[in-house]
């Protein structure tokens, strides 16, 4: 899967989420291609969907390995996670109140790949260390 966005250096070593992290990726992609195209418009009511389905399932993936072994930091990623679906709240908002618009996939666009690149890079980094010790 070749991903514009994606880097190695985004790897956590704990394959289901590495692949849920890869189709985030992969998504962004495609509003990143239509941006290119002039076509993101067309794009952003799907891209919200999905970002509004890959979110609870995502996050709830990540809470439900934090819990299960006991990650001592849990509190806080989950609070991270809290944060982030309500940025992606508010871009849902405008998108019921003002309709899809080139800005808008612009916003996506950034706010989106740079939350999940810190996230993945710092946040995320640290979960699977722990994770990678205690998991079978």
Known sequence: MDIENWKEEYLVGIE????Q?????????ALTLALYKGQAVS???????????YTVYHFNHEEDLMMKYR?????????????FKSILFSFKSEFNKR???HNL?????????VW?????????????????????
């Open 16 to 19: 289901s989420i590495d692949e």
């Open 21 to 29: 992290h890869k189709k985030l990726f992969a998504r962004m992609d």
């Open 43 to 53: 794009e952003i009511e799907e891209l919200v969907d999905f970002l509004d389905e």
């Open 71 to 83: 990650y001592p930091d849990m509190l806080k990623h989950i609070e991270l996670h809290k944060k």
């Open 99 to 101: 309709g899809p618009s």
């Open 105 to 113: 996939a612009l916003r996506l666009e950034k706010e989106i790949i």
């Open 116 to 136: 999940y690149k810190n996230h993945i890079l710092i946040v995320d980094k640290k979960m699977s260390m722990y994770l990678n010790e205690k998991m079978p």
